[in-house]
């Protein structure tokens, strides 16, 4: 098993450690204890948990015990009473298991394939190429605890609706293998996302919206990737390459299927890199992945009125289309085909922005 969790929880605790021994399966948590002869002198001992290194489900028990276990020391409410066997194992039975970490995720997707699809290779073309590994590649990223809202959030930052279907799925059958009893309408949901096409007006925020926003926006990283998505229409997933080069950037495009590539973008309007200090970089210390919601969590726990980082892309195209750029050229500043840009944008040249299209095309229509 993967024992990345070991390390990940190891952090986050002040008094106490878990511990799993290289040549056994058992799980210890290691803290310095009193002494069950003489409890006025203390040594570092102990405590065996009952669980076992290679079951799925250890790393969600395993913090739950050394979580209860740092707290009383802390508040110097240690007893050897509250941890004999029976006491643990009745403990760690009650709690009901609404988190996992990533990590073992990972782990029950690789064991759901190979409990449904032992003749099946992994090398190769197959199902395990085409839809496990990518899942477990895309989830790997990320070491924190996850619940369903995490998961979900990752889905939902799947650009890809036919990528948001099928890592949701396999993320569905493993939660059904794990034995996981969550209301999984919310991952269905996360699963359908949109497509630019199901945009209606009021996911297209103004200009005067969208800087109203950064003005209340006091964290220097969150400041900065929302004035770097709104003037250069990047997706969340780009921001972390971001790198300045006079008034334009270059960013990597990462793409469900295919390698990554290098791309340049211009701002719109160029005037924006200068008011908004883009120069000044303050990027956020987050997997690429997760900056989306990173961005999202840091808005509402300050309360503040914010968009998805995506519509602030979507207001860059049609803010594109209202300025006549030539299609082919903001698509290629997009970093997407001429023929999707076409497609799901120009169903926006309404009257509203026709006229808007008109007072900047003027001059274009006058006699020579």
Not at 91 to 108: N, Y
Not at 173 to 183: A, I, P, R
Request: aromatic content about 10%; some cysteine.
């Amino acid at each position: 098993m993967d024992r990345n969790w070991v390390t990940f929880l190891n952090k986050k605790l002040d008094r106490c450690a878990i511990k799993t021994l290289p040549d056994r399966q058992a799980v210890y948590l290691v803290a310095t204890l009193p002494c069950k002869t003489e409890p006025s002198k203390r040594k570092q001992q102990q405590i065996p948990t009952g669980l076992r290194a290679s079951d799925l489900s250890t790393p969600d028990k395993a913090k739950e015990l050394a979580f209860r276990l740092d707290e009383e020391l802390s508040m110097g409410t240690f007893s050897w009473s509250n941890w004999s066997k029976d006491k643990i194992t009745a403990k760690k039975s009650s709690a009901p298991r609404d988190s996992i970490l990533f990590s073992e995720l990972c782990q029950a997707i690789e064991s759901r394939f190979d409990a449904y699809y032992p003749d099946k290779p992994k090398t190769g073309a197959g199902i395990y190429t085409a839809k496990y590994k990518p899942t477990i590649s895309l989830f790997s990223k990320f070491y924190e605890s996850a619940d369903l809202e995490a998961i979900c959030q990752v889905i939902k930052d799947i650009e890809s609706p036919s990528s948001r279907k099928n890592f949701g799925s396999i993320v569905s059958v493993t939660l059904n293998h794990m034995g996981l009893k969550w209301d999984k309408q919310p991952l269905f949901d996360a699963m359908k996302g949109y497509t630019i096409s199901q945009l209606t007006e009021r996911d297209i925020p103004s200009d005067e919206e969208l800087l109203s926003i950064w003005s209340s926006i006091e964290d220097p990283r969150w400041k900065w990737v929302h004035g770097i998505s709104m003037a250069f229409g990047t997706r969340p997933s780009e921001l972390l390459s971001v790198e300045f080069e006079d008034d334009v950037i270059n960013l990597m495009t990462y793409k469900t299927k295919g390698k990554p590539y290098s791309r340049e973008a211009w701002a719109l309007p160029e005037e924006w890199i200068k008011e908004l200090n883009l120069c000044e970089i303050h990027k956020p210390t987050c997997h690429r992945l997760n900056v989306s919601r990173q961005y999202s969590d840091y808005m509402e726990r300050n309360n503040l009125k914010h968009r998805p980082l995506y519509n602030l892309r979507h207001a860059y195209a049609i803010r594109s289309l209202v300025q006549g750029i030539d299609i082919s050229t903001a698509a290629r500043l997009m970093g997407h085909s001429e023929t999707t840009h076409r497609k799901h944008y120009h169903l926006w040249i309404n009257k509203k922005n026709m006229r808007a299209l008109r007072e900047k095309q003027r001059d274009k229509f006058k006699r020579a």
